[in-house]
């Protein structure tokens, strides 16, 4: 097998973005394309020249593809994900993999019996600014976590999740702002700082007409005694993501992308107990960490999952890890709605029982505009 010939399971959204990045990628071949809407389906398979399928079990079942990305509505993602592997193939799955950690440890366990390689597409993992911050701290240059925080405020007015009836419920995305818009900067945060061991949080729907929460925000405490801070909204303009890693002996701190790095001189449990002066504090110096050129964005992550399954290439991103955002998010929404501190990993049954009863209360939307249209801000 020199190339991957590679299906793309829902194509109304995000997966006619990635039937576009295909010609990127030398190690692919798009080889089908399915659908749910027989239309959209039919449209996007003439315009590329491969067959198309109404049916997902069709496209993976035709034999004419060795793996798939699953870009369906996320609730999905688990059930594609999983026959894929029942019938020998590799699986790689748009964010988030899940909305259940049950669900999660499902698709992760499914892969590993199938022997199939499983990735999710955090491209994020490929920015320049992100892995010279992960380097920094896998380096030791900040030394033992201190201190964590992230701010991930985006912008998403009511036609947006006026646009399917799926958008926005319990029962058709599980959650809002924690399981749509901010899994790419709670995989990040997990990437750089590791992930938290209790959570005490507050969700809350602020501004839109919808009944899953568009803020979220958490106080974090880490196995060393680190504590932390997350804020996640889709209700501010102009956007921002920022995160802060501070440590005994220096400080991450990454702004809208770009990567500051210092050092304390010397570490402040040195100077906190060597100091004579009163008023004395210790310096700081600017670091510098250089990281192997690599091309960024989506292209990247699905040319790294083809040669994962050529080569056996590392994943930039494996399934073991995708579940990361999945655990944080569950964390929040459970203790949000519980009222009460949550430890990490998520109870599985507990979690369960808390989507069962959200979605049990959720309502039939009132307006549905019916579109499907890929972000056009989105950098590929």
């Not at 609730?75 to 019938?87: G, I, Q, R, T």
């Not at 499902?106 to 022997?115: D, F, N, P, Q, V």
């Not at 925080?149 to 029962?171: F, G, I, K, P």
């Not at 979220?216 to 880490?222: G, Q, R």
């Amino acid at each position: 097998m020199d190339k991957v010939r590679l299906g793309i399971i829902g194509v109304g959204g995000m997966g006619s973005a990635h039937a576009k990045m295909m010609a990127e990628v030398e190690e692919v071949q798009l080889s089908a394309v399915a659908d749910i809407d027989p239309d959209v389906a039919k449209q996007v398979g003439e315009q590329y020249g491969v067959p198309f399928f109404a049916d997902y079990r069709q496209c993976i079942d035709s034999g004419l593809v060795d793996a798939v990305i699953v870009a369906t509505p996320h609730p999905a993602h688990p059930e594609v994900a999983e026959y894929a592997f029942s019938k020998g193939l590799h699986v790689l799955t748009e964010k988030p993999m899940a909305i259940n950690p049950v669900e999660a440890d499902r698709m992760i366990e499914a892969a590993k019996r199938a022997g199939k390689v499983f990735a999710v597409m955090f491209q994020m993992r490929t920015e320049r600014p992100y892995r010279i911050a992960r380097k920094a701290i896998q380096d030791g240059i900040i030394g033992e976590l201190m201190r964590t925080e992230m701010v991930a405020a985006y912008y998403r007015n009511q036609a947006y999740y006026d646009s399917a009836e799926w958008r926005a419920t319990w029962v058709g995305e599980g959650g809002g702002v924690l399981v749509n818009q901010a899994p790419h900067a709670l995989d990040m945060f997990c990437w750089l700082a590791g992930l938290p061991s209790k959570v005490t949080a507050s969700t809350r729907t602020r501004l839109h007409e919808i009944e899953v929460e568009d803020e979220a925000f958490a106080v974090l405490e880490y196995a060393n005694g680190a504590h932390g801070y997350l804020y996640t909204t889709t209700n501010e303009a102009p956007g921002t993501t920022r995160f802060e890693i501070a440590g005994d002996k220096g400080k991450v701190v990454i702004d809208n992308g770009q990567v500051t790095i210092r050092r304390v001189v010397p570490p402040i449990r040195e100077f906190t107990f060597s100091a004579t002066d009163m008023w004395a504090g210790p310096k700081t110096e600017p670091v510098e960490v250089d990281v192997e050129e690599m091309p960024a964005g989506h292209a990247q992550i699905t040319r790294n999952f083809a040669r994962a399954i050529l080569y056996g290439e590392p994943l930039l991103s494996p399934g073991e890890e995708g579940i990361w955002c999945v655990e944080l998010a569950s964390g929040i929404i459970l203790s949000s709605k519980r009222a009460k501190t949550v430890s990490l990993p998520v109870d599985r049954v507990e979690y369960d029982t808390l989507l069962k009863e959200l979605r049990a209360s959720s309502q039939p939307k009132r307006r549905v505009l019916g579109q499907r249209v890929s972000d056009p801000n989105i950098v590929r």
